[in-house]
């Protein structure tokens, strides 16, 4: 997954937070592994945040029309990665009126994110949050931080890093290499690893110590 920067009009030297909002239905659930609406009040739509890479996950949750009567539809969430600048951004997608043109719409859904101060706008990938049986979707940091290890993804310093695209690299023949510093790799594997899995190897590290 690639980062999108958009600081396409720079309006101050100072380098400041900068808001990222919803638009359109458009609801906040986590920000960087933790529920939106803990990170700020009203974090589910209003986000005040420094500039560097963050993980956001999101989805659609807004009342449309199913013939004569309104309904409920939630999309599934949705997980991006922003890098801000000190422009403000809202994450957009078209109004969607009705159940059918927002079923049809997720099943191809297209993102943009929008520079309130310049206008302009710029697509944006998303990747659809999938989960296993009923509820899967209850505890949406637990769901996160399970793509999240999946994936090879962490926080360092307030900011989002995909340790495969840092290390993993194929090259033309299909062959995988592994690439970087051994720090990174341990951090990669590390984050791949089941519960007792870790809890061993921190026994392992102890060890090691004396």
Avoid: C, H
């Amino acid at each position: 997954m690639k980062l999108v920067a958009i600081g396409l009009v720079v309006v101050s030297s100072v380098v400041g937070a900068a808001e990222l909002t919803t638009k359109n239905g458009l609801e906040f659930l986590v920000v960087n592994g933790k529920s939106a609406t803990n990170v700020a009040k009203g974090g589910d739509k209003k986000l005040d945040l420094d500039p560097g890479k963050y993980q956001i996950v999101a989805r659609f949750d807004e009342e449309v029309k199913r013939g004569s009567k309104s309904t409920i539809f939630t999309s599934k969430p949705y997980v991006f990665e922003i890098e801000m600048s000190n422009q403000d951004l809202v994450l957009v997608i078209p109004k969607l009126k009705f159940e059918s043109q927002a079923a049809a719409f997720f099943k191809k859904p297209e993102w943009e994110i929008e520079n309130k101060s310049s206008g302009a706008v710029q697509s944006i990938s998303g990747v659809r949050l999938t989960g296993v049986g009923f509820g899967s979707f209850n505890n949406m940091e637990k769901a996160v931080a399970q793509y999240n290890s999946d994936n090879g993804i962490i926080f360092e310093s307030g900011e989002a890093k995909n340790l495969e695209e840092m290390l993993v690299n194929v090259d033309e023949k299909g062959n995988v290499n592994i690439k970087g510093d051994t720090l990174t790799q341990l951090k990669l594997w590390y984050t791949k690893a089941s519960t007792e899995e870790k809890k061993a190897f921190k026994r392992w590290m102890i060890e090691q110590d004396f």
